[in-house]
């Protein structure tokens, strides 16, 4: 609500308040709460709609968004993840859920997501753009519309390809106006496109002329990275997110054992790692998308992009200190498998010490020769239940078996 009344949008489209707060209400009620929902729940709706506010105002002010399209990102974002289970599409295909049914396995959740803020805006005392015209108003739906469905991450490459041939095919005109500052320089992107240094406090405006379908295009991929910007928030915050978005993952990854399903590739919390999942995470998802939109909005060095630099050196450092802990103890744990060996090895008695060598002995027997047969074998080594000691001309009849070294003592137990 606070960031509609910033963006001027109340009085900009007649809104009413009222109608407005109570829709606002109904989808976050719409929502599961922590830690009922470790992730996908109303704190990560309110964190999204924050995020598209910011880069809306900020990132994108060089394109002329009309009310209208602005309220409709706002109430996508707030309404892009309503009334998630707290498990992925692949599930809910695998499971042959009904909302899997209902949807043919095409964008599940994302399709559910629409149509509950549809459901929730169309009941009584919640239509805040009832008032609009029919076009404005299938404009509004068309966007939200495209806007929700652009999270599902099974589109995530096709957006990323399509956006970059779109921010290729710009052409960007650059007007600066040069004040003078006390402050230090700055690179900022020149009409060239190669970054000159400017004064601090200069303004660089860009005119970008968009179509309807233009706009919907960046605003589909806008709300895509704040919905994966989770990695570019301060360090307390973003391992926070992770902790629970991989808790959620966890979570699924049980019930798919539980059910019988495939796991997921992160959801098997016997086998992934925090740091090792968010690695992942940042270099296949999150970095792409935010390098992309340094290029489009030629923001070099933005904070956002800053702050995912360092949140990835970070969980580097996380990862190499569990590599570094796990390979600590499985040296510990065959440093004591040696230990309990030589102890056990030293508890023999000499006659014991003796037939332990004798089987060690007997099992180093090179092979026979076709035809010939074996004075020893290992299936018939009987000498563990003997009492009396080995007959001495064994080993002068076969000197191959002489051997006065104990067996490696990682195979005593095994042995004896």
């Known amino acids: ?6 963006m001027n949008l109340i009085n900009d489209l007649k809104l ?18 922590f830690p009922t929902i470790p992730y996908h729940n109303n704190v990560h709706a309110a964190d999204v709609v924050h995020s598209i506010h910011y880069l809306i105002n900020n990132g994108l002010s060089f394109i002329s968004f009309t009310p209208l399209e602005k309220l409709a990102a706002i ?9 998630h289970p707290s498990v992925n599409n692949s599930y809910l295909q695998e499971a042959w859920s009904p909302l899997a049914v209902l949807y043919n396995n095409k964008s599940i959740l994302e399709n559910h997501h629409a149509a509950t803020f549809f459901s929730s805006l169309l009941s009584e005392g919640h239509n805040v753009i009832d008032h609009l015209g029919e076009k404005s108003k299938k404009r509004f739906r ?30 960007t005109t650059f007007t600066t106006t040069i004040a003078q500052s006390k402050d230090g320089s700055k690179n900022l992107p020149s009409e060239s496109g190669e970054e000159v240094s400017m004064n601090a406090s200069r303004r660089v405006s860009i005119d970008l002329d968009l179509d309807q379908m233009q706009k919907g295009m960046v605003l589909e991929f806008t709300l895509h990275a704040a919905d994966l910007g989770n990695s570019t928030k301060e360090w ?31 959801n098997d ?23 992309l939109w340094e290029k489009f909005t030629k923001q070099k060095d933005h904070m956002f992009t800053k702050a995912l630099a360092s949140n990835r050196n970070n969980w580097q450092k996380m990862k190499d200190a569990v590599d570094g802990k796990t390979e600590t103890e499985t040296k510990q744990t065959k440093f004591k498998s040696i230990s ?32 010939a047969q074996s004075r020893h074998s290992f299936m018939n ?6 009492k009396e000691p080995r007959d001495s001309t064994a080993s002068l009849e076969n000197p191959t078996l002489i051997n006065e070294d104990v067996a490696d003592p990682s195979t005593i137990e095994c042995i004896v």
Do not use: C
């Open 142 to 171: 068309n966007l939200v519309i495209s806007m929700i469905l652009s999270t599902d991450m099974a589109k995530h490459g096709a957006l990323i390809s399509q956006f970059h041939h779109f921010t290729d095919e710009q052409k």
């Open 269 to 291: 919390r016997f086998k992934v790692t925090l740091p090792q999942s968010q690695l992942g995470f940042i270099d296949f998802l999150a970095s792409p998308v935010w390098e």
């Open 340 to 371: 309990k060996s030589f102890k056990l090895l030293s508890r023999l008695r000499k006659g014991d010490i003796m037939r332990f060598k004798e089987a060690s002995m007997v099992m180093r027997v090179p092979p026979q020769k076709s035809g």
């Open 16 to 33: 009413s308040a009222s109608i407005l707060l109570r829709l606002m209400s109904k989808i976050e009620d719409s929502y599961g709460n």
């Open 1 to 6: 609500m606070a960031v509609v009344k910033e």
């Open 381 to 386: 080594v009987s000498t563990f239940s003997k």
């Open 236 to 266: 307390v915050d973003s391992k926070k997110w992770s902790e629970r978005i991989v808790t959620e993952f966890f979570n699924q990854g049980d019930l798919e054992r539980e059910k019988g399903v495939p796991l997921g590739p992160v």
């Open 75 to 83: 109430l996508a974002a707030a309404a892009h993840d309503v009334d």
